[in-house]
């Protein structure tokens, strides 16, 4: 009686030995699919960062366009001022009166604030547009990131999950198995 009371301890120990040994491969399994999980999401990240990138380029093709349409502008201002002050001045050269000259004077006043109004509409078009490209940089970004990196997360998360699942079944099934087979040399005896 008492050996078959040692070896039925022996057996319960052995399977207890075993559901143990299980639980900590169990738990090295669920830090093997936080692993996985974790680098689904890093590699996810690289669609992200090509996509900054490639908008990043893209934002700076709009940003070098707008600043050499600016600056474009004002070669135009300026050169446009000094043909206009050079005509002004040739015209007053040859006036006779100074009430000539006073009426001169008010028309080139007159048409360097005609001369200002327009050079600030077409630097308003200039930026709107520049804003415009910008805006359509970020939309796009925006669009093409998001289905792409979420579908790659939830492929590798329900991989590592199926993974999981599986190990998680066989080891469970291992360790009933054990205990079951603990018990019945037991009850044989």
Known sequence: MNTELNEFLEQQKKGL???????????????????????????????????LARSGVRLSVVSHGAV????????????????????????MAYTESVRDLARMQAEVL???RQRIVDDIARAVVILKDAAGDARKVATRATATE????????????KQAK????????????????????????????
Do not use: F, M, Y
């Open 17 to 51: 030995v075993q559901l143990a040994s299980d639980l900590r491969k169990a738990r090295v399994a669920a830090a093997r699919k936080a692993a996985q999980e974790s680098a689904a999401r890093i590699k996810s990240l690289n669609v992200r960062v090509r996509t």
């Open 68 to 91: 050499q349409s600016l600056i474009e502008l004002q070669g135009d201002i300026v050169s446009s001022a000094l043909n206009e002050a050079a005509e002004k001045i040739q015209q």
């Open 110 to 112: 007159q048409s360097a």
């Open 146 to 157: 998001e289905p792409a990196a979420k579908k790659t997360v939830r492929r590798k998360v």
């Open 162 to 189: 199926r993974k999981a699942a599986r190990g998680k079944a066989t080891t469970t099934a291992r360790a009933k198995r054990g205990v079951r087979k603990v018990a019945r040399r037991g009850a044989r005896r």
